[in-house]
């Protein structure tokens, strides 16, 4: 495709339920990165991948969040056992290459956790 | 990474000119300045990036001082379709890869 396609565009989960995110990015392009984007506030960084290997996991806000890019293409976003406060936005973006360097973003996944 | 500071909010008629200006006092040497737009259930989208004087595109004008301590994103002739929240990073230096957005500036356009 074009663009960064990021799936579901919406998901609902029940408190305590898994869920995975699925991120497309745009075909060659080495880097992925994950954000986090809360209501009313900017992207907040996640985590990093260049090509299969997770460079930077720093931004997971705990040990309930996993992102794996197995094949360097597709990358998943995997929340465990989730939690109201996990309720935000998941924005996916992919570049060329990392410093200096246009990320070109997905639409997102609105994660509501009830 | 530097700390930014903009306005949280703006409004401007259809056809003015825009100007959204970003303090970052402790920029690194070689960090950029890149400003990302944000329209309402989308992902942010690259508008410009410079390091230093003025750069010009398609979409907007960005002017950087000599000293490097803030920088003004010009949008010219604004239309309601602008209407968006306008964010500022330095950073992406060379090395670098985390974008670090803080609150942005919503700029509201009037008709």
């Known amino acids: 495709g074009a663009g960064v396609s990021q799936s579901p565009r919406y998901k609902v989960a029940k408190r305590g339920q898994d869920v995975a995110l699925r991120c497309d990015p745009i075909?060659?392009?080495?880097?992925l990165f994950w954000y986090q984007q809360a209501l009313g506030q900017g992207p907040e960084f996640l985590t990093y991948f260049q090509n299969e290997a997770q460079l930077d996991k720093s931004g997971l806000p705990s040990d309930r969040f996993f992102a794996e890019r197995p094949e360097g293409s597709v990358s998943t976003l995997k929340i465990q056992r989730t939690q109201q406060e996990d309720s935000a936005v998941y924005l996916c973006?992919?570049?060329?290459?990392?410093?200096?360097?246009?990320?070109?973003f997905g639409q997102g996944t609105r994660l509501t956790v009830v | 990474l530097a700390k930014t500071t903009q306005p949280i909010s703006m409004d401007s008629y259809e056809g003015q000119e825009v100007n959204i200006t970003c303090s970052h006092n402790n920029i690194a040497t070689n960090d950029y300045i890149t400003w990302y737009q944000q329209f309402p259930s989308q992902g942010p989208r690259f508008i410009i990036q410079g390091y230093k004087t003025k750069v010009t595109n398609e979409v907007a004008s960005l002017f950087i001082p000599a000293d490097r301590k803030s920088s003004t994103l010009s949008l010219p002739r604004v239309s309601l379709s602008d209407t968006a929240v306008y964010y500022c990073?330095?950073?992406?230096?060379?090395?670098?890869?985390?974008?670090?957005f803080g609150k942005g500036t919503k700029l509201s356009v009037i008709p």
């Open positions: 973006a992919s570049s060329s290459r990392a410093p200096n360097t246009e990320a070109f």
């Open positions: 990073l330095p950073g992406s230096g060379a090395g670098s890869y985390q974008l670090t």
């Open positions: 075909s060659g392009h080495v880097s």
